[in-house]
């Protein structure tokens, strides 16, 4: 799938006029089908093994690494890798507020979860993974909030299945030929064109699924749901996502615990690129947006000095966060801003004595 480099309205004459549909340019409901959903019911609650539960609770030292820390609010969130000596097997989180710890056996800690905490609001949202039937991972969105004594507590939890349904209730599609019109309600908000001629024609039942490919961006005040939907052909039954757009919705939660959905629109992903360094003119920082977890793979090149070729990029407040692994095989890390089209790289969090905290390079793209 590709997406067709034209403006909407444009592209929506163009699939109206192919396929017979309303040429009010808007979608309809006449027109459209609705979507399927991968996840078939609620998944189950996270839930720590016995013994690795046991293990984390009478510990003596817990082996933790830092999923986020914001040093103004005095707000940490950590994963545990070892209970003593025992491994914790993906679950456990240590959520940290000036000198009270809290911890939560149970969290799934897997996939890179992610963290964000929200001085204003007192919202720390949290992602974590699940496995829905599939046994694909997908992502579970907590809302953490604090108690008089700083302790952290669960407010809310958004299960992928609901939020899946929430998406179907809004989603529909036509199509037409090659081409496909993703529409929210009445109006249109993607058009893709297949490129798949080798897979065959589209499923004539069900093309279009979506749910596998569920993820949340967090590096706002309001969190985003994104959502890549499948795309089924007749050669097979495995969904294909590459070059279908990934759809982004904001989310408010209620007090009682429900959800809505903002406007459904295509994300987009404002780091992608080729960066060259501005001193030596040369292509030294690749950065692309990877469709499967809302994240970034960047591979980052110091002139005459190192290149980092497995960093993974987060999105967080108005930076891109990176993690990779350094010359000599240890954890490195910090941030890329962007400005325009220039990109500077600080790192933050390096133990490589030839690369010290503070050092900035500037790449242009």
Known sequence: MKTIHTSIATAAVALCCMGGIHTSCTCSTADTQP??????????????PEHVAQAIETATILHKYEIMNDTVSAVSVWAIGEADETPTE??????????????????????QPLARYDAASGNLWFTTSAIEGTGVEVERLYLLRFDEADSAYIAHIIDPYDMQQALL?????????????????????????????????????????I????????????????????VKYTTGLVL???????????ITIAADGTFTLGEITVATHPYDGIYRDEDNDEPNLY???????GRYDINLGIFRLTTLDDAVGTPLNDCLDFTATDAAGNPIGGRITLSGDT???EFTRSSWPLLENGSKFVYVR
């Open 211 to 230: 749910g596998e490919q569920l993820t949340y961006d967090i590096s706002t005040p309001t969190p985003c749901v994104l959502v890549t939907p499948g």
């Open 240 to 250: 294909t996502y590459d070059d279908m757009p990934t759809l982004s919705a904001p």
């Open 287 to 293: 950065i692309s947006y990877r469709r499967s977890d």
């Open 35 to 48: 979507l399927g959903g991968t996840i078939d019911a609620p998944l189950p609650a996270d839930s720590a």
């Open 90 to 111: 993906g679950y456990g989180i240590v959520v940290v507020k000036g000198h009270t710890s809290t911890t939560f056996t149970h969290i799934r800690n897997t996939r």
């Open 169 to 209: 209730s809004r989603l529909s599609y036509a199509i037409a030929g090659p081409a496909v019109m993703l529409c929210d309600s009445t109006h249109t908000i993607s058009i893709a064109n297949s490129s798949m001629s080798d897979m065959g024609g589209f499923d004539s039942e069900q093309p279009l699924w």
């Open 343 to 345: 990109a500077v790289v």
